[in-house]
């Protein structure tokens, strides 16, 4: 099974602020990894796919980039509303795995 | 919009069994691969199934292999899962979901999550 070790555990920030957050798989998932954003009483919200590929309607101060095993996602410019726990998940191998998460608190 | 609507929820004694069903509306079921996630209270999200369009191909976490099973009827753009032997570790909300690919991609469109507990 292929770990995926997100850093940090906590991020805080200010909004304004870029954010900046790791994902590290324990073997190579290629390109195919996602990122999720999650609110509290919320499903998940699809950011990234295939790592640097942004899902429909998700704003461009989202991005991603990385390949093989480490990847980041990166928030340019924190709004209010991107203050959540963010997953990524490996979609290459079986099973499938979703980091622990990454939360992005206000500071 | 495009929705999924999870069902069958509910509080199960240990060793029970439910059967989850999610409804898809407003896109072309037969078209997408399917899969079930599931987020136990206070934790993060775990992978549990996956289903391709035509159900040819179908994937199990460890965790839950010979006891859930993972099913779709496209005419009646429907998913399910079967859960069997259940135990307190199964004990979270459950989320249907749909992607482009069985592999790769990611999960586009999600439920609301349908909660179950599994407590005597």
């Known amino acids: 099974e292929i770990v995926l070790t997100q850093s940090p555990a906590t991020l805080s920030l200010s909004p304004g602020e870029r954010a900046t957050l790791s994902c590290r798989a324990s073997?190579?998932?290629?390109?195919?990894l996602a990122w999720y954003q999650q609110k509290p009483g919320q499903a998940p919200r699809l950011l990234i796919y295939?790592?640097?590929n942004r899902a429909t309607g998700i704003p461009a101060r989202f991005s991603g980039s990385g390949s093989g095993t480490d990847f980041t996602l990166t928030i340019s410019s924190l709004e209010p509303e991107d203050f959540a726990v963010y997953y990524c998940?490996?979609?290459?191998?079986?099973?499938?795995?979703f980091g622990q998460g990454t939360k992005v608190e206000i500071k | 919009e495009v929705q999924l609507v999870e069902s069958g929820g509910g509080l199960v004694k240990p060793g029970g069994s439910l059967r989850l069903s999610c409804a898809a509306s407003?896109?072309?079921?037969?078209?997408?691969?399917m899969n079930w996630v599931r987020q136990a209270p206070g934790k993060g999200l775990e992978w549990v199934s996956s289903?391709?369009?035509?159900?040819?191909?179908?994937y199990y976490a460890d965790s839950v292999k010979g006891r859930f099973t993972i099913s779709r009827d496209n005419a009646k753009n429907s998913l399910f899962l079967q859960m069997n032997s259940l135990s307190a570790e199964d004990t979270a909300v459950y989320y249907c979901?749909?992607?482009?690919?069985?592999?790769?991609?990611?999960?586009?469109?999600w439920g609301q999550g349908t909660a179950v507990t599994v407590s005597s």
């Open positions: 979901a749909r992607s482009a690919s069985i592999i790769r991609g990611g999960m586009d469109v």
């Open positions: 407003l896109f072309t079921f037969r078209s997408y691969s």
């Open positions: 289903i391709s369009s035509s159900s040819s191909s179908i």
């Open positions: 073997q190579s998932v290629s390109s195919y």
């Open positions: 295939d790592a640097s």
């Open positions: 998940q490996q979609r290459n191998n079986w099973p499938q795995t």
